[in-house]
């Protein structure tokens, strides 16, 4: 599923030339002109990247990113801060709130997308396109097998995803609501109960040397994919 990156710029231009770049390169970008927008917009499924404007109406970006950075369900969020303002007290000011990286404008689109790959890098190091190996349980998401104790597993392309999501975020509880949005995307209309068939069609093909008890029922929360 393409990141969404949620774009607070109160200068129009600005915000859809970056809505463009982002289109581009992969992302889903969401905008928003000012700090009420910005929180307005930071709702479950959680943008996966913000890029915010130092000057905005309402309330400025520092005061936003101190929010982000102390609010217990939004502060994984990374933060690329994008400024006119280049001295290096201002930068410091930045990332001392909890910024993951400064821009001063004017910038290159080119610049941008490689500051962006390089922090969600830092802070989410197991690459997509990574070979995932929990328990003798192997994803090998570029060329789409998956195999248990050497032995190859056949599965639809649903469960593909939903596995290969679990394996990325192992040792979390997601709702049903949330593995909707992850992994069949906001886009598509299905019924909760949708994930329940999926979640079983995985536990029967990776049953076969007992992975299925690395996909977790927690009752009345959701799932979880743990080796506990």
């Known amino acids: 599923m393409p990141s969404k990156v949620l774009i607070i710029e ?3 231009p600005i915000r859809e030339m970056l809505a463009f770049v982002l289109e581009q390169h992969g ?7 000012d700090y009420q927008q910005g929180l307005e917009l930071m709702v479950e499924p959680y943008p996966d990247m913000i890029l915010l404007d130092w000057m905005l ?3 400025s970006g ?3 990113a101190r929010k982000v950075k102390t609010t217990e369900h939004l502060r994984h969020i990374p933060i ?9 007290e201002d930068k410091i000011k930045g990332l001392e709130v909890g910024a993951d990286d400064y821009m001063t404008k004017p910038f290159s689109p080119k610049e941008l997308i490689a500051r962006m790959r390089a922090v969600f890098r830092r802070v989410n190091p197991t690459s997509l396109d ?4 929990i328990d003798g349980l192997v994803l090998d998401p570029v060329s789409h097998r998956i195999s ?11 469960e593909f995803r939903l596995l290969h999501f679990f394996m990325t975020h192992p040792e979390r ?14 886009n598509v209309y299905v019924e909760d109960r949708t994930v329940d068939v999926h979640i079983r069609r995985l536990r029967k093909a990776i049953s076969q040397h007992g992975h299925d008890r690395l996909v977790q029922t927690v009752r009345g929360v959701g799932y979880r994919f743990s080796t506990r």
């Open 57 to 59: 109406p309402g309330g």
């Open 130 to 133: 990574e070979l995932l190996d």
């Open 148 to 158: 248990a104790n050497g032995e190859s597993l056949d599965m639809g392309p649903t």
């Open 80 to 88: 690329i801060m994008l400024t006119a303002r280049g001295e290096e």
């Open 10 to 12: 109160d200068e129009a």
């Open 62 to 64: 520092i005061q936003l």
């Open 27 to 33: 992302y889903q970008p969401l905008q928003a002109a």
């Open 173 to 186: 509880v997601y709702s049903r609501e949330q593995l909707l949005d992850h992994v069949w995307g906001t």
